[in-house]
């Protein structure tokens, strides 16, 4: 699945539409310690920095566990510190999850970066302003694309559960 390209990604999405509902179980059982990272690991396809891993996790307030997951990208050290760590707010969309970084957690995950918000740094032209609609695959593979706005971008990425 890292060896996918940009084109096969999108193919894959398309195919993926309808496939399997896809959870935020899926991205972090509710039965996991609230804010402990669960790892994905992920190529995009954009050209450079294509590896990276989003990390999820079921949040410490009881109330939201059944409704939304935190988390952020992790990338390499030179992205992270001069783009930021790119956190959003995972919900469901239907049979989908919708990956919202225009919402941040309202705390760090363990052992995670702080959260910084979305315009600052060089993060407003990556992350500010823009969801993630995200796929299943199968039980440990999802798909996703980028959206800002109401505006489909042209970049996909693969995901597989560690």
Not at 60 to 75: I, K, Y
Not at 125 to 134: E, G, I, L, M, S
Request: charged fraction near 20%; aromatic fraction near 10%.
């Amino acid at each position: 699945m890292l060896a996918l390209s940009a084109r096969q990604q999108a193919t894959l999405f398309e195919l993926a539409e309808g496939h399997r509902d896809f959870t935020l179980d899926d991205l972090a059982p509710a039965t996991t310690t609230p804010l402990l990272g669960v790892r994905h690991e992920g190529r995009n396809s954009l050209y450079a920095f294509t590896r990276f891993a989003k990390v999820f996790a079921v949040p410490d307030e009881p109330s939201l566990v059944r409704s939304e997951r935190w988390g952020f990208n992790e990338t390499s050290a030179l992205v992270t510190t001069t783009v930021g760590p790119g956190y959003f707010v995972a919900v469901q969309q239907g049979p989908e999850v919708l990956v919202d970084y225009t919402r941040l957690p309202p705390k760090p995950l363990t052992g995670a970066p702080r959260p910084l918000p979305n315009s600052s740094r060089l993060s407003r032209f990556v992350y500010n302003q823009t969801k993630d609609v995200v796929r299943g695959v199968s039980t440990h593979v999802s798909i996703g694309r980028a959206w800002r706005g109401t505006r489909r971008l042209d970049n996909w990425f693969v995901l597989c559960r560690v």
